[in-house]
């Protein structure tokens, strides 16, 4: 299915907290997801992956929690900085392709 | 690691007026590149896919007349909004595959078109 462009939802989260943000994908038939991070006025940087026969994968600070059932995606970002504040975009990648259609995208502010 | 280049970074223009913008993989090789777009506080909606020596492939909905694309080389590929109007303003993102195998697609840093 195709991304929507609404308008992004927004979480606020007090340095040193954990943030969870979250995703629903469309695609059943998607085996492939990536967390994408932007700041304002860049490009997307690649954050984690997880394929669709894992459900959960840790990186450095962070960990993408994946339920095929629901079509669910989660970002988990530990001890949150300043300098996670961005936006995150979730991605979906079909069974053969590489080309990502992105989610909507979640705008998270770190209050010192 | 893959780096990919876009130029310019913002520009501004008069309506009626095309713009170019041009997208590089500095480290690597792309017989494909892929032009995304985004409007303030909302996704990256792809565009089109670049192919290298031959005509792009455009997404649902795009004007391919309005929206030029040309993949030159292993290298490059530009995208030109013809005609610009207001309603062309918008962030343009290119990315490329930094070889057969990578699953990931690198991003360029995007292009701000503002159009007066």
């Known amino acids: 299915g195709e991304s929507v462009g609404l308008h992004l939802p927004t979480l606020s989260v007090q340095e040193g907290d954990n943030s969870i943000i979250n995703c629903a994908y469309s695609?059943?038939?998607?085996?492939?997801f990536i967390w994408y991070k932007q700041e304002s006025g860049k490009g997307p940087q690649f954050i984690i992956d997880?394929?669709?026969?894992?459900d959960k994968r840790q990186g450095q600070r962070v960990t993408v929690l994946l339920n095929k059932t629901v079509k669910h995606l989660s970002l988990q970002i530990a001890a949150t900085q300043p300098g996670d504040s961005a936006v995150y975009f979730c991605a979906e990648i079909g069974r053969g392709s590489y080309i990502p259609t992105f989610g909507r995208g979640t705008s998270l502010i770190v209050h010192p | 690691g893959a780096v990919v280049s876009q130029h310019p970074s913002w520009v501004i223009c008069k309506s009626g007026t095309s713009v170019k913008i041009e997208c590089r993989s500095l480290?690597?090789?792309?017989?494909?590149m892929f032009w995304y777009r985004q409007f303030p506080k909302q996704s990256l909606m792809l565009m089109a896919t670049s192919n290298e020596g031959s005509k792009a492939t455009y997404e649902q909905g795009v004007e391919k007349d309005k929206f030029l694309i040309n993949h030159a080389s292993l290298t490059l590929s530009t995208l030109t909004v013809t005609s610009a109007h207001p309603e062309d303003s918008s962030f343009y993102i290119c990315?490329?595959?930094?070889?057969?195998?990578?699953?990931?697609?690198?991003f360029g840093a995007g292009s701000r078109l503002t159009v007066l």
């Open positions: 695609n059943s038939a998607s085996d492939y």
């Open positions: 990315s490329a595959r930094a070889g057969s195998g990578a699953n990931v697609l690198t």
């Open positions: 480290d690597f090789q792309a017989t494909t």
């Open positions: 997880i394929r669709s026969n894992m």
